[in-house]
């Protein structure tokens, strides 16, 4: 996230606050996108299929795991790597990354290192673009046919946003010089750029939504939304979306309309995966009369209704999603919940898992549990 620029003197307490808030309410609410290692410089990642033979491939992993069509891509070792249900490697060309921050829809996955200038694009484990940004990266997203956006921080500017063909060629440059960029999202169609900004020089902060169309000069629609300050959004592939905030998830029409709402009002949410059009899944503690410690998964769809939710009686410590399969990881195990809230399928780990993916079929998993990553069917 870039850094809101000072330029009232009157304004710099109010700015200096509302920026301490985001902070926290990114750290809170967006677990799934840290980017930091998971164990220790001398522990080895060990791959293996059900406990069986396995192979030694790094030394660290860092970020959490992605999905990428029938592939998840993980950083092991400071290298970026691709691996299949059956635990077999399919990158082939070297990618060393310090602090990854990585995006995928479908086959395509882009990659980048925060704050470095290096961004890839994969399909399916191979290197289809790479090129070098004129300023540092701070944020990279795809969709699912291969176009994506790369935020960099430029002089004079909080952030600017390239937005390239899958083809390596840049068709559109959108720059942010007042507000704090946040989150961004490329439609399916390959022909809109959304844009999540905090606007913190209010005295009731809140979220600047800008929509944009590569291919109309000047066509553009925007809207603020006062006291929810968004850390994430996602387009549907018909054209609505969703926005992730500290109040509240937010469900929008293509025209901008909202259509629904799930309101965080007097519940903890300690995860949230908005990143699939229907199953948009929140962890929240448990209920008020659950036991201490247990929790409790709801499913949503693109329009804000509920369509499933699960209970558990310890706490979610991870949750993704990979094709409307959803890895639930609770203690030593990892659930791989339907959408509609029912369990499909559940492993379990010989030590606390600390994060996981189910692979697209959800008939197998990676899971990351004491020091060592797993592929599990």
Request: with cysteine; glycine share 10%.
């Amino acid at each position: 996230m870039a850094k809101n620029g000072l330029k009232i003197k009157e304004l710099v307490i109010t700015v200096l606050l509302a920026l301490v808030m985001l902070f926290f309410v990114m750290i809170a609410i967006f677990q799934i996108y840290e980017s930091r290692s998971i164990n220790g410089d001398n522990e080895r990642i060990v791959l293996g299929v059900n406990s069986g033979a396995s192979s030694e491939f790094g030394s660290t992993i860092k970020g959490r795991p992605v999905s990428i069509g029938e592939y998840v891509g993980i950083v092991s070792g400071g290298n970026f790597t691709v691996i299949d249900r059956n635990a077999n490697i399919k990158t082939t060309a070297n990618f060393m990354l310090s602090d990854p921050i990585m995006h995928s829809k479908g086959k395509y996955c882009v990659v980048g290192d925060y704050k470095g200038k290096t961004v890839r694009l994969y399909k399916e484990g191979e290197v289809e673009v790479e090129l070098e940004c004129d300023g540092k990266i701070i944020s990279v997203v795809t969709n699912v046919n291969g176009f994506f956006a790369v935020a960099t921080e430029e002089t004079g500017y909080n952030a600017v946003i390239t937005v390239y063909h899958k083809n390596g060629d840049a068709i559109y440059r959108y720059r942010i010089s007042k507000n704090t960029f946040i989150d961004m999202d490329i439609s399916a169609n390959n022909r809109k750029l959304i844009v999540v900004e905090a606007n913190v020089a209010l005295a009731t902060p809140g979220s600047n939504v800008v929509l944009v169309e590569f291919n109309r000069e000047g066509a553009q629609s925007d809207f603020f939304v006062e006291n929810n300050l968004y850390v994430g959004v996602h387009f549907n592939k018909n054209g609505s979306f969703v926005c992730l905030g500290n109040k509240s998830a937010d469900f929008y029409r293509s025209d901008c309309a909202k259509a629904g709402a799930v309101s965080f009002e007097g519940r903890s949410l300690n995860h949230a995966d908005i990143s699939t059009d229907d199953a948009v899944c929140f962890a929240f503690d448990g209920a008020e009369g659950a036991p201490v410690g247990s929790s409790v998964l709801e499913i949503y769809d693109k329009n804000a209704i509920l369509r499933g939710s699960i209970a558990f009686e310890d706490e979610i410590e991870h949750l993704s999603v990979n094709n409307s399969y959803i890895g639930v990881a609770h203690g030593e195990v990892l659930d791989v919940v339907k959408p509609n809230g029912k369990i499909k399928k559940s492993f379990e780990a010989s030590s606390p898992i600390k994060c996981a993916m189910p692979f697209e079929s959800g008939a197998a998993a990676l899971i990351f549990a004491g020091g060592n990553t797993t592929v599990v069917r």
